[in-house]
């Protein structure tokens, strides 16, 4: 993956942790980030939120009074924050699939298991600016696409093998007499 620079990025860690967030820190200072902005928890996080123009979000899951997934559920479904769209990094020791799917569905952009690694946190930093993911909105569901696959190729019928309900091309092409 390409090199970036990093000294414009503006990045919000949120962490009940005072060690991890001098830690991410330090790992982001290293790469030459020039704007960093912290909060220890979901609330003052929201409140940064509103105040500054963050571009990157890296977060822990369990925090109090309001965890990551209440955090990112909130930042996805405001109205009154500035970026819904923002990415959003989950920081965890949680790395059971249970734990990552939660993380997923509730509209996390990336996912870090801790113990955290320069390399590991390089190579998210890079995924959300490289290869931002299209957000989806649905009646259950407002975040990044979860599907890493490219299929913008596909020219089917269907997108999915199992997906019998699937309006078909030709329907949507045809004339509405």
Request: aromatic share 6%; with cysteine; glycine share 8%.
């Given at each position: 993956m390409e090199t970036y620079d990093f000294s414009r990025l503006s990045v919000l860690i949120v962490d009940d942790?005072?060690?991890?967030?001098?830690?991410?820190?330090?790992?982001?200072?290293?790469?030459?980030?020039?704007?960093?902005?912290?909060?220890?928890?979901?609330?003052?996080?929201?409140?940064?939120?509103?105040?500054?123009n963050i571009d990157v979000i890296i977060m822990d899951w369990m925090m109090d009074p309001m965890d990551g997934i209440e955090l990112t559920k909130a930042i996805r479904s405001s109205d009154s924050l500035p970026n819904p769209y923002i990415p959003i990094i989950m920081l965890t020791g949680h790395s059971t699939m249970n734990c990552i799917l939660e993380a997923r569905e509730s509209g996390v952009t990336e996912y870090?298991?801790?113990?955290?690694?320069?390399?590991?946190?390089?190579?998210?930093?890079?995924?959300?600016?490289?290869?931002?993911?299209?957000?989806?909105?649905?009646?259950?569901?407002?975040?990044?696409?979860?599907?890493?696959?490219?299929?913008?190729?596909?020219?089917?019928?269907?997108?999915?093998?199992?997906?019998?309900?699937?309006?078909?091309?030709?329907?949507?092409?045809?004339?509405?007499?």
């Open positions: 942790s005072t060690h991890i967030r001098r830690l991410v820190r330090a790992i982001l200072v290293a790469f030459g980030c020039k704007h960093i902005h912290e909060a220890s928890d979901g609330p003052k996080a929201l409140s940064q939120l509103r105040g500054s870090l298991a801790k113990p955290i690694t320069p390399k590991g946190l390089m190579d998210r930093l890079q995924l959300v600016i490289a290869k931002p993911r299209p957000f989806v909105r649905t009646k259950t569901f407002f975040g990044p696409d979860r599907r890493r696959k490219d299929s913008s190729f596909y020219r089917g019928p269907k997108r999915r093998e199992d997906d019998g309900g699937m309006i078909e091309i030709d329907d949507l092409e045809g004339d509405a007499a």
